[in-house]
C-alpha cells in the first residue's frame, strides 16, 4: 500500500540542468510512486571547491524554467536558505523534521552510491533516507556487496531505476557552448532561451552554436 506521502529528493548543482535530468527524476517518480520530487539546489557543492560555478540566481532560474508546469515537480530552498557548507546528511535531516510523516526517498547516480563512503557522514546520510534510488550512469557497474562493506546497511535502502542511460552531462554541455558546438536540443526549450539572452558559459551570439543550436 502506498504510503499517504512519498518525497523524491534530487540534489544538485544543475549548472545547467538539462534533458537527461528531467527524463531520469520522471522515470524514478513513476518507477516508485513518488508523490513529489522536490529539486534541491545547492548553492556552494563542497566537492567542488576548486570549479567556478555559475551564480546562484541564475541556475535556480534554469532549474524553475525546467520544471516549470510540471506539478509532481518542486523547487526546494532547503539549501539556499542555509549557510554552507552543504552536506546531503544535513539536507536530509532538515527535510525530515519539515516532512516527518512523510517517506523521503533521495535520487543519485550510480558514479555517486559508488563514492558514497567518501561524502561527510554517509551512515547519517543513508539512516536519513527511506530508499535510495540510484540512477543509472554511463560506463558504471555498481558492486553493491563492496558498497556494503564500507557502509553497513546501504544494501537494504537502494532501489536501481529503470532509465534509459542517456550520455548528457552538465560538463559536457558547458563544454560544447564554449566550443561553439550546437547544444540546443540538449536542454529545455527554457533553459536553452535563458543561456542564451544571458550569454552563459560564453555563449557567443556571433557563433557557429547561435545558429545550428
Request: aromatic share 10%; hydrophobic share 40%.
Amino acid at each position: 500500500m502506498k504510503p499517504s506521502n512519498r518525497l523524491g529528493i534530487f540534489g544538485g548543482t544543475f549548472d545547467p540542468p538539462h534533458i537527461a535530468h528531467l527524463i531520469m527524476v520522471a522515470e524514478a517518480q513513476s518507477q516508485f510512486d513518488l508523490n513529489t520530487v522536490l529539486w534541491v539546489l545547492t548553492p556552494d557543492p563542497p566537492h567542488k571547491p576548486d570549479r567556478q560555478i555559475t551564480p546562484l540566481e541564475h541556475r535556480q532560474e534554469m532549474v524553475l524554467r525546467a520544471i516549470e508546469g510540471n506539478l509532481g515537480f518542486e523547487f526546494s530552498f532547503v539549501d539556499i536558505h542555509r549557510p554552507p557548507p552543504h552536506y546531503a546528511a544535513d539536507t536530509m535531516a532538515l527535510l525530515q523534521e519539515r516532512y516527518a510523516q512523510d517517506e523521503l526517498c533521495y535520487m543519485m547516480g550510480a558514479d555517486s552510491l559508488v563514492e558514497l563512503h567518501t561524502w561527510h557522514d554517509p551512515m547519517r546520510f543513508v539512516s536519513l533516507c527511506h530508499w535510495i534510488l540510484v540512477l543509472p550512469r554511463q560506463g558504471v557497474t555498481v558492486d553493491l556487496p563492496r558498497i556494503e562493506e564500507k557502509i553497513p546497511g546501504v544494501s537494504p535502502k537502494v532501489r536501481f531505476v529503470q532509465s534509459p542511460t542517456i550520455g548528457i552531462s552538465s560538463s559536457q554541455i558547458r563544454q560544447r557552448i564554449k566550443m561553439g558546438l550546437p547544444f540546443r536540443y540538449f536542454l529545455p526549450e527554457k533553459v536553452y532561451d535563458y543561456i542564451v539572452t544571458h550569454q552563459l558559459y560564453g555563449f557567443n551570439p556571433y557563433g557557429s552554436n547561435s545558429s545550428t543550436g
